[in-house]
């Protein structure tokens, strides 16, 4: 199913850029989370400034950057394979440059070049700035390393080139870092303290895309729904802000207010919210706009609550439920979506089936599925033993996938007989006869093509549907056009 998954990693190389007088070619490849995509946008311009235009060929390109996940030891080791492609190449190309950007170039440092003998160049997640400095580097014939985490920079005084882009959505990226310190999770360690990004530069970008032509922003970060702005700063330090600053500072319902009044005719998604931030306020900002899509990613992770605390999750399940019940009942027809860890260390069977449970009362529209992998440097991996069989972990994810693919039909053929609102994105992948687009639920629907165009919102019937897809004809035009 395409939204059911077992390993939430995508690489891809990025489409051709071009400025005028550029010499030198970036090829550039993006594995992990949305953020890490939203990164390399930031990277492909950074360098664009230096005289590195995009390009899709490997073996055309002069710097090969590969943009890291550490999320679990699987992305890890797509891309360490990737560094033996590259390797291949550069037999052939010797002047070829490599460089690991991302978290598992935070997480393991210098000691890459040491692993990797054929990567010159390690930078993490807050460094991207000092490319420039540390490719002359390179091309001096010395080996480079930046992987310092800043407790300030946010990038928003970087336009991005917009990579792989449809020219219809795109990713806007409004916090860094993460604060919570989830036992399982190396986010705190390879992407810093949580801080966020100036307002007025978030409206300016999404008016900037509006201007050219694009439909639909993703407001990004680790935990969207913490963003706090009060001039500046990390968010633990807000307590010590003055009275001023507290009175005037911005959250994350107030930059959606902003949002959706900046550009009433552009669609506005989020992601990843985390329960303990997910305010009132959030939901009913949410409640408030059209052009605020009623869908929210809300990770769960298990629904033990004895599980929820090894985690070091902030709530419990049933606060979760409480949640749940606020947004079907503030939005009734927002789709939900989960991520869940299967097998995470001294789960019982008892524990299993409080998630399964858990799921049942949700009933999510999708979900993003895993077994528990230990992460080297999480409190999980220093303090607890990884004492789940393989196999029984399987047999549970598995059982967590079969009860999502039976809700998600559930959820999808709640769809069948309405008109909904879809915004066209690009041709269908199994016709070309087709568009495929999403709805505001944020779930994939596939129509004929007539003479609709990428970029268009138009009204859908559905009349079919699969766990994961809905099919329709175009009734007529969106009055969002």
């Not at 054929?118 to 080996?143: M, Q, S």
């Not at 919570?180 to 801080?195: A, I, K, Y």
């Not at 895993?370 to 440097?377: D, K, M, V």
Request: hydrophobic fraction near 35%.
């Amino acid at each position: 199913m395409e939204k059911i998954i077992d390993e939430k990693k995508q690489g891809e190389s990025l489409i051709m850029n071009k400025k005028e007088g550029n010499q030198r070619k970036l090829f550039i490849e993006s594995y992990g989370c949305q953020m890490n995509f939203s990164d390399s946008e930031i990277v492909a311009s950074i360098l664009q400034n230096e005289g590195f235009n995009t390009t899709q060929n490997l073996e055309d390109a002069d710097l090969v950057l590969v943009n890291t996940c550490s999320i679990r030891d699987k992305a890890e080791q797509t891309v360490r394979k990737r560094l033996e492609k590259y390797n291949a190449v550069k037999k052939i190309n010797p002047s070829m440059k490599v460089g690991v950007l991302g978290c598992m170039a935070e997480r393991l440092k210098s000691k890459f070049l040491e692993e990797e003998k054929i990567v010159d160049l390690v930078v993490g997640p807050d460094a991207y700035k000092d490319l420039p400095n540390l490719i002359a580097e390179v091309d001096e014939g010395r080996d480079a390393v930046n992987v310092i985490l800043s407790k300030e920079e946010t990038y928003g005084d970087i336009a991005p080139v917009r990579l792989n882009s449809n020219g219809v959505t795109a990713f806007v990226s409004i916090t860094r870092g993460c604060d919570n310190m989830c036992t399982f999770c190396v986010v705190p360690f390879t992407r810093g303290r949580e801080r966020s990004r100036n307002p007025q530069s978030i409206i300016e970008e999404i008016n900037d895309l509006w201007s050219k032509g694009f439909k639909e922003v993703t407001l990004l970060g680790q935990n969207v729904d913490s963003y706090l702005w009060y001039g500046g700063g990390l968010k633990k330090d807000f307590e010590k802000a003055s009275e001023m600053q507290k009175a005037t500072s911005v959250n994350f319902a107030n930059l959606l207010d902003l949002c959706a009044k900046a550009q009433p005719k552009m669609r506005f998604r989020f992601s990843t919210s985390n329960p303990q931030d997910m305010t009132m306020d959030v939901i009913e900002a949410m409640a408030r706009h059209k052009n605020i899509c009623k869908y929210i990613h809300l990770p769960v992770q298990s629904g033990s609550n004895r599980i929820l605390k090894e985690m070091n999750r902030q709530h419990t399940r049933e606060e979760y439920f409480e949640m749940i019940d606020n947004i079907k009942r503030i939005i009734p027809d927002c789709a939900i979506s989960q991520d869940m860890i299967a097998g995470f260390p001294t789960e019982t069977e008892e524990d299993h089936q409080d998630t399964l449970s858990l799921m049942e009362y949700v009933k999510y529209d999708f979900g993003f599925m895993f077994a528990y992998s230990e992460r080297p440097g999480t409190m999980a991996g220093r303090k607890m033993e990884d004492d789940i069989p393989e196999d029984v972990k399987k047999r549970r994810l598995n059982e967590i996938i079969q009860l999502q693919q039976k809700h998600g039909l559930e959820r999808t053929q709640a769809h069948v007989g309405k008109v909904e609102e879809v915004l066209i994105e690009k041709s269908s992948k199994r016709s070309d006869a087709h568009w495929a687009g999403r709805n505001s639920q944020n779930t994939m629907v596939v129509f004929p093509k007539e003479n609709y165009k990428v970029g268009e919102f138009v009204n859908v019937k559905i009349t079919d549907c699969t766990s994961a897809t809905l099919m329709g004809e175009a009734v007529g035009y969106s009055d969002n056009n």
